[in-house]
Structures are given as C-alpha cells and as structure tokens.
C-alpha cells in the first residue's frame, strides 16, 4: 500500500491560467473523489468517480473545472481561467467497494496559490 | 456547504490529559467519520461508527453517536504531543450511495508536553 499520491504538492500561478492537478490512488481503489479545502474549514466535496464514470459533481464545481479518471486508475483536475477565489489546497480520496462504510485514504493535497 | 459543526473550535490541554471533541449533524446517516490532519497534510481516517451503532473503541480513541440528537463526540485518552492537529467528523448521508463525505469545520487540538 503505497498510499495515494498527489502532484504537484504546491502550485502558485497568476489569474487567468490555466492548471491541472493529478492524483494517483491506492492502485486497488475503485472509488475516487476530490475535495476542497480553504484556510480554517474542513474540506468540501467536489466530485466523485466509480473506476472510469464520473458519477457525482458538487455545485461547487463551475464549468471552469474538470476532472477525468481514464481507464479508473489516475484522475486529473483541471482549472480553467483561474480566479483568486480557487487558493486553496485541492485533496485526492481512493476507497474500496460499492456500498457504503468505507473510510477513505486521503492524498497529501496540491496547495494552489493565485497571485 | 457544511453538514455541522464541531466544538469546541480549539482545545488546548497537557499531555496525559483526555481531550473530548463533539460534532453535531444535519441530515440522516449512514455512518460518522473521525479523522486527524496534521499541519500541511492530508487527512488520516482515525475511527468509524455506523448508524446504528453507539459507541466504539479504538486504542485511545472512544467515539459516541446519538442519532436522535444528531450528535457524536471523540475521546483521546491520555493525550500526547504528537496528537496535536486538527480533528474533523465527517458524516456519510444517507440520501448518498457515492460515499462522499460531508465534513464538519473542524476541532484544533494543541496537547502541551
């Protein structure tokens, strides 16, 4: 179990560019999700992935934001069009199974700065 | 947005001391989750109790849930410096089958040697 892994760790960019994000899960783990989280809250649940199918988004995620899991092994999270509002750190999730009661492995985060 | 919240927002105690954090609830549950996050990292899963449980242990850790008052507590006995971190309770709703999780904002714990 080498854990879930997370790159780049810390991300600093300039408003309007574009970033993309990559979370690699424990390899067994059908199920993935990212979360968000900002200075001083608990993290906040932007979308879900079941192996490949992206089953769930949060409202949270604009159209500016977009994630994939090809072939259900890694994901990307791609920002478009960075605004100061997306500083946060952006966490990674992998679990087993189908059913509920799984807790979740989480990944050490990617830090997003906006300048 | 947030399921609930979490109190107290800090805590600050000695080593040896328990450190009691409690969590409360908004909607119907499949089960509650603990979990720990050092400074700079990601969240480690510490504990979880399913709905129709009341009460588990794990090593120091003790979690209580009461469904009816939509409300959960964590105990760490014999706290230690290296519990310092911030502690989050997280429900699985039962409206979900995806398992997504819905955090609370989180207790920081400081245990002083």
């Known amino acids: 179990d080498t854990g879930v892994s997370q790159n780049p760790r810390h991300k600093i960019t300039k408003r309007g560019q574009n970033v993309t994000f990559r979370c690699d899960p424990i390899?067994?783990?059908?199920?993935l999700y990212w979360y968000r989280q900002t200075l001083g809250q608990g993290p906040e649940f932007l979308t879900y992935?079941?192996?490949?199918?992206?089953?769930?988004k949060s409202r949270l995620l604009s159209d500016r934001f977009s994630a994939e899991r090809p072939k259900g092994s890694f994901s990307t999270l791609e920002i478009q069009r960075t605004e100061q509002g997306d500083s946060a750190m952006y966490l990674c999730?992998?679990?087993?199974?189908?059913?509920?009661?799984?807790?979740?492995?989480f990944g050490d985060g990617t830090r997003l700065s906006i300048l | 947005s947030q399921q609930g919240e979490e109190d107290p927002q800090a805590l600050s105690i000695q080593e040896g001391e328990n450190a009691t954090m409690n969590c409360s609830y908004k909607?119907?549950?499949?089960?509650l989750q603990w979990y720990r996050q050092n400074s700079g990292r990601g969240l480690v899963h510490l504990i979880l109790?399913?709905?129709?449980?009341r009460e588990k242990h794990s090593g120091r850790l003790r979690v209580t849930l009461d469904t009816s008052k939509k409300s959960s507590s964590l105990l760490i006995t014999a706290s230690r410096a290296a519990d310092t971190a911030s502690y989050f309770c997280?429900?699985?709703?039962?409206?979900?089958?995806?398992?997504?999780?819905?955090f609370g904002q989180g207790t920081t714990l400081q245990v002083k040697p």
């Open positions: 390899s067994e783990h059908n199920r």
């Open positions: 997280a429900t699985d709703v039962l409206s979900s089958n995806t398992g997504k999780l819905i």
């Open positions: 109790i399913r709905s129709n449980e």
């Open positions: 909607t119907s549950i499949n089960n």
């Open positions: 992935f079941q192996n490949e199918a992206q089953l769930e």
């Open positions: 999730a992998s679990s087993l199974g189908t059913g509920v009661g799984q807790p979740q492995h």
